[in-house]
């Protein structure tokens, strides 16, 4: 797995909003130059957040976004799902968007050598990603 430029961002993006979590909204200007994000971009990635259900937005002077949750019950893997999608390495070991192998010799036997290591490997991003929330990446704690 390679973390896009638009989960990255967009983890960057929530970490400013964790950390004003309950005490303002921050518009989207003020969150791209502290976090050096090209303010279009970031623009893309605050609507899919806040169509995804974990944000909202509010016009005008004291406008801006703002977390719909608690920081603690959002996790990494939940936004790097909403921005880029499955979090396995390769289709055939994806929990939530399956793809069987159409050109692998071993699509139709019981065991394939590949799909066993890379659903371990999907097993360890998850496992990480889903248990670690925006109130443990804000605070700076490791887990694990």
Known sequence: MKLSKKSEYGLRALLELTLVHGKMTLQRHDIAVRQHIPVEFLEQILLSLKRAGLLSSRRGMKGGYTLIKQPRDITLGQVIRILDGPLAPIGCVSKTAYQKCSDCPYADKAQCPVQHVMGTVRDAIVGILDN?????????????
């Open 132 to 144: 670690y929330t925006l109130a443990d990446f804000a605070s700076g704690h490791r887990k694990g």
